[in-house]
C-alpha cells in the first residue's frame, strides 16, 4: 500500500520507497524469526553468536557497533546468552570496565548447527532477485545507511543508537 500522503512528489516518492523497504525488511525478518525460535534463539542473540563466531571475542561496545544495537540491548541479549551457557564473559585485568564476551563451547556447537541453516534461508528469500539485482541492493542499502548515519540533507544529525 503506498502512501496517501499528498505533499511534494519528492517527499510522495521517497515515503513509498521507505514503506517498501520497511516491509520488505519486516516480511524477511518474520520468516526467519520462526525457524530461530525453534532454536529457542531470537534474532540479536543470532547476530551475537554469529559475530563471535565468525569475528572472534570482542567486548559489548563492539558488539553493540557491529549489530547496530545499543548498549542496554546488548546487555540483555549477554546476560540471556550467558544464562543458557552459550556465551561466557571475561573482564579485562587491566581495565577491570572492559568485559569480553566469547563463545563457549555450547555456543560454538549451536551457532555452528544453526547458522548454515539461516544462510540457506536468507539465499532463498533473496533469490528472487539476480546475483546482480542482489549486488545492487546491497550496495543501495549500504548508501541508505551510510547516509543516514552521517546526517540528512539539512545537515542535522539523524538519532543514532549512539546519540540517543
Known sequence: MPTHYQGPLPEVRALNCYIKLTRASERLAAAL?????REGLT???LG???ALLHIGPMNERELGRKLLRSGGNV???VDNLERRGLVGRARNPEDRRCVTVTLTREGRRLIRRVFPGHAVRITAALSVLSPEE????GRLCRKIGR???EGNALGEPVPTLENQ
Open 134 to 137: 542482489q549486488t545492487a541492493l
Open 33 to 37: 524469526r520462526g525457524p530461530l525460535s
Open 48 to 50: 551475537v553468536l554469529e
Open 43 to 45: 534474532t540479536g542473540q
Open 147 to 149: 547516509g543516514a548515519e
Open 75 to 77: 546487555t540483555v541479549v
